[in-house]
């Protein structure tokens, strides 16, 4: 059995507001820049360039990346031999959102109610996931997600004769739909099987991998090199000015499903994918 | 093709405008997304004046992160465009001559740009950092209540865009 406070898990998630909301993780810069050795068309690279140059003007000045600095989505898999001490995981984690957002002079853009529409004024709550996992560690996963490409993101309850080709149009036909909206070059989150929230959580899960690792599963590592070469054939291009780069990646996470069923959940990243995992 | 323009927009100059060019905006500008669209559209509604004069103005979809000390503004890069289609007619009735955000838009608004002599112009998303610096004033002219989506009167400086669509309802998107 071990102990971990919660005070300790909220100042992690902190450091980590304080970092992603300044600074593009690795992978994402890396994918940026790797784009720009291969993008031909004038405007885009132009576009590409910018995105590089705005990184490494709010690193330097400590100015958010983006003004859209997200909900927060919180992934927690504690391990089922952890003792948590301390106040509830859930305030701890809201008052570290409340005071990053207030000292990184971060934006505050939730509201209390989705029908009311009050601004709740220090960008809690945040969104928390939470799962049990053997073992006495805590994996903590973090994304402030924006809501241009959030809003851009569609489930569908496809039929199982729809196969694997059915879910490739889907998702082809939600990048294609999304069009410039979300902030190409995006990473394309694929939920697939489970039930309706399952196939949802998947393909937000499937965001917080680092771009440029294989999947684990030989097979689903074959369908997202396939489905980026058929998203790249879209020409969408970044901020939608044209080219091949139009996504910066395809992940898929899967789960067993029902014998009536083939949810599909893609869930849609901008290019400022501000994610980080840290274990504790 | 580069064209530098200063706010308030003329006609002629607009003219010139076609899809894809570049755009350096340089002047006033105004900020409103959202929640100050529907405050516009219920003072529009009620006959009662709007918090500033739409003629030749330019409306900028965009809502700051909040501004630190000694800094004119916060990231400001802009937001979806689209939300704000079906509140966009009553305002360029009133002389509104452009539009920035990011996005596509419906295929009324390339009509109402044709009909009204006005353009939508697109900026990148993601360099909200990058555009804090082409900003040299900002102050809140309505709607403070509203914090971020307050509306903001901006003198912005060679503010880079480009042509999305242009007064012949041309986009380029579409193209």
Known sequence: ?280 | MIHYLKTPLEDQVLDRLQPGDEVLLSGIIYTARDAAHQRLMSLLEAGSPLPFDLKGQVIYYMGPSPTPKGAVIGACGPTTAYRMDDMTEPLLKNGLKGTIGKGSRSPKIREYLKTYHAVYLIAVGGIGALYSQMIEHSEIVAFEDLGTEAIRKLRVKDFPLYVGIDTQGRDLYTQ
């Not at chain 1, 903590?140 to 997600?145: C, D, E, L, S």
């Not at chain 1, 039930?195 to 949802?200: G, N, S």
């Open chain 1, 1 to 280: 059995m071990r102990r971990i406070s919660t005070a300790s898990i909220g100042e992690k998630l902190y450091e980590i507001l304080m970092t992603v909301n300044f600074e593009l993780p690795g992978d994402v810069r890396g994918a940026i820049e790797n784009a720009l050795e291969v993008e031909e068309h004038g405007v885009s690279r132009s576009i590409l360039k910018r995105l590089l140059e705005n990184n490494a003007l709010a690193m330097k000045k400590r100015i958010p990346l983006c003004q859209d600095t997200g909900m927060v989505v919180v992934f927690l898999e504690i391990g089922q031999e952890v003792v948590l001490e301390g106040e509830y995981i859930e305030e701890a984690l809201n008052q570290s959102i409340a005071r990053a957002y207030e000292e990184g002079y971060l934006r505050k853009s939730i509201v209390s109610n989705p029908l009311t529409r009050i601004n709740t004024g220090d960008n809690t709550p945040g969104v928390f996931h939470y799962s049990l996992v053997p073992g006495e560690h805590i994996r903590m996963g973090v994304t402030v997600k924006g809501f241009g490409s959030e809003n851009m993101s569609r489930l569908g309850m496809l039929r199982p004769s729809d196969g694997v080709e059915g879910v490739k149009a889907f998702v082809l036909e939600t990048v294609a739909l999304a069009g410039p909206n979300p902030c190409p070059p995006i990473i394309v989150g694929v939920g697939i099987g489970g039930t309706m929230e399952k196939a949802a959580l998947l393909s937000k899960v499937a965001l917080m991998r680092d771009i440029g690792t294989d999947n684990p599963l030989a097979s689903l590592d074959q369908l997202e090199k396939d489905w980026m070469k058929s998203i790249e054939a879209l020409g969408i291009g970044p901020m939608g000015m044209g080219g091949r780069t139009t996504a910066l990646g395809v992940h898929i996470e899967t789960y067993p499903t029902h014998i009536a069923g083939l949810p599909v959940a893609v869930n849609i990243n901008c290019h400022s994918s501000r994610h980080s995992e840290v274990i504790l």
